[in-house]
């Protein structure tokens, strides 16, 4: 078995690392300032994160250009696969966050509104570069809904489906995030997460719901994860990275040790 990837991930906002429940939103509590990405990143690559996962969520062309700062300034002080997402629409906002030095891009609403720019950018960067993040939010007893522009959109689409159909256009990874979990600390959506897992031929990394070190174990285990996301935890010191890692490695689960 491979081993899993522990990955902390930072919303960004104008260069500042923000953290909010269910995406942000007033009723849910709303965005938390946690502190400068760069200097997270590094304490996190200390830890022996196998990853770190960047996310813009700036509108303005200043918080872009902030942005672009932010993955210079962490690739040349981190030695871990570097992924960005948010606001990246064409092939040039790939190609841009790939020369700042990004290993991964991430898109979500850009792929639902172009499918074929999932394709584009596999045939131009190659794959293992294309990651197609999907928001879902269980709608019925047993339906999973792709949501668009930060959980805020409903897309008709199933989710199971939307996956399978973006890796078929070259997508590298899945990363799955249930709007119904996130920021939660209350679990997973396992039973979401191993449907998605097992219906695609790519890593699938977890996200949303993270709040304990069993949450993780079970999303790998009875979830089929290839990787687990979390943000609150780890910014807020409840679990280092390499508690966790501890942690999976007393259940079974096979990771990377420094």
Not at 10 to 18: F, Y
Not at 36 to 55: C, I, K, T
Not at 130 to 157: N, Y
Not at 172 to 198: H, Q, Y
Request: contains cysteine; aromatic residues 6%.
């Amino acid at each position: 078995m491979l081993a899993k990837r522990v990955i902390p991930c930072l919303d960004v906002h104008d260069g500042q690392v923000t953290r909010g429940v269910q995406f942000g939103r007033a009723e849910a509590g709303g965005l938390r300032n946690v502190g400068d990405p760069v200097e997270l990143a590094v304490r996190y690559n200390e830890q022996g994160a196998d990853e770190m996962v960047f996310f813009d969520i700036t509108a303005s062309a200043h918080g872009r250009a902030s942005m672009v700062e932010v993955i210079e300034r962490a690739a040349d002080q981190c030695f871990m696969p570097l992924t960005v997402g948010g606001g990246i629409r064409v092939l040039e906002d790939m190609q841009t966050m790939l020369r700042a030095g990004a290993d991964k891009v991430s898109i979500n609403s850009s792929a639902l509104a172009t499918p074929e720019l999932i394709r584009q950018g596999a045939e131009k960067f190659g794959s293992q570069c294309i990651v197609v993040s999907i928001d879902c939010k269980k709608v019925a007893p047993d339906r999973w809904e792709v949501f668009a522009k930060g959980g805020r959109q409903a897309t008709g689409l199933e989710a199971v489906e939307w996956a399978t159909r973006a890796v078929s256009l070259g997508a590298g990874e899945i990363v799955l995030n249930s709007i119904d979990a996130d920021g939660t600390k209350a679990g997973f959506d396992l039973v979401i997460t191993r449907r998605v897992s097992e219906s695609v031929g790519v890593p699938v990394v977890a996200s949303g719901g993270a709040g304990s070190l069993e949450h993780m174990a079970a999303v790998l285990l009875e979830g089929r994860a290839d990787a687990v996301l979390a943000a609150s935890i780890f910014h807020f010191g409840t679990y280092t990275v390499a508690d966790v890692k501890r942690h999976l490695a007393g259940q079974g689960i096979p990771v990377r040790t420094a």
